[in-house]
């Protein structure tokens, strides 16, 4: 699948490519695998192009440390375990780095910090917070099984336990979006970026309620003992140093609208 050459030329001008102070991967590939499933991180746009924070941030990458990235598509209940596996070289779909999958795979360092939020209909009037919602068994929320949206769901809005029929499993994040748009569910908990991007391109159709429920850092996800951890930290450093991080920012969580 195409995926858009998306940087700034500002950006690109800043690469530190092989042969200056980072590591020189001499043209090496890295398969990447991704979801495609988390805007504005990675997504399939209108024209059908994978794009996102993430492609911009990876190609970037590749630019500063001279490597061909290749990129590949799984589902998120079967990511962690592919790259455990040693099926990719790196995964990435907004990961939030937790020491249990720590134990399985290794993190970059984090190259981007969210909170969670709680977003609903436009026109929900009947809880405004978490407490709201937990006090409510009619209410039910949307998650994919695994994640930091699922866990929080559990732990710090319902009850804890993981089997709570008011929690509607599903595959894709876009796929609970959808069901919350629809009305088969009444929340669903996300980082704030993602929030902020679906809030901004529904006209109003969903909103952001209540209090942040924490924060979250998210890194790239690698097999254990992967040669590839400490240079990539390394360009990870170098772009957060240079800018470029802040203009990825800006790119894709300011400027950028979904559905345009």
């Known amino acids: 699948m195409k995926v858009l050459a998306t940087l700034a030329a500002m950006v690109m001008a800043t690469s530190a490519l092989a042969g200056g102070h980072l590591p020189d991967l001499e043209g090496r590939e890295i398969v990447v695998v991704t979801e495609n499933a988390y805007p504005p ?3 399939i746009d209108g024209n059908g192009d994978a794009v996102g924070w993430e492609y911009d941030a990876m190609a970037e990458i590749a630019a500063r440390l001279n490597a061909t990235v290749v990129y590949e598509n799984i589902s998120w209940d079967a990511m962690i375990p592919a790259v455990s596996e040693g099926q990719f070289d790196l995964g990435m779909t907004g990961i939030t780095i937790r020491e249990d999958r720590a134990e399985i795979v290794d993190f970059s360092d984090k190259y981007m910090t969210s909170e969670m939020v709680m977003m609903v209909r436009g026109d929900e ?3 405004a917070d978490a407490a709201g919602f937990a006090a409510d068994d009619d209410l039910l929320m949307a998650a ?4 930091t949206p699922f866990y929080v769901g559990v732990y710090d809005v319902l009850d804890g336990d993981e089997a709570n029929p008011r929690i509607k499993l599903m595959e894709t994040f876009g796929a609970t979006v959808q069901a919350l748009r629809v009305g088969d569910v009444d929340l669903v908990l996300t980082d704030g970026t993602a929030g ?5 391109a529904s006209d109003g159709g ?3 309620i209540g209090e942040k429920l924490g924060t979250e850092d998210f890194g790239f996800i690698f097999p254990k003992g992967s040669d590839l951890v400490e240079p990539i930290n390394a360009a990870i450093a170098d772009m957060q140093a240079d800018g470029t991080i802040d203009a990825l920012n800006t790119r894709w969580f300011l400027d950028y609208k979904l559905g345009e």
């Open 41 to 43: 991180l990675q997504f």
């Open 125 to 127: 009037d009947r809880f």
């Open 144 to 147: 994919q099984p695994g994640t």
């Open 196 to 200: 902020s991007g679906y809030v901004d």
């Open 206 to 208: 969903l909103k952001i």
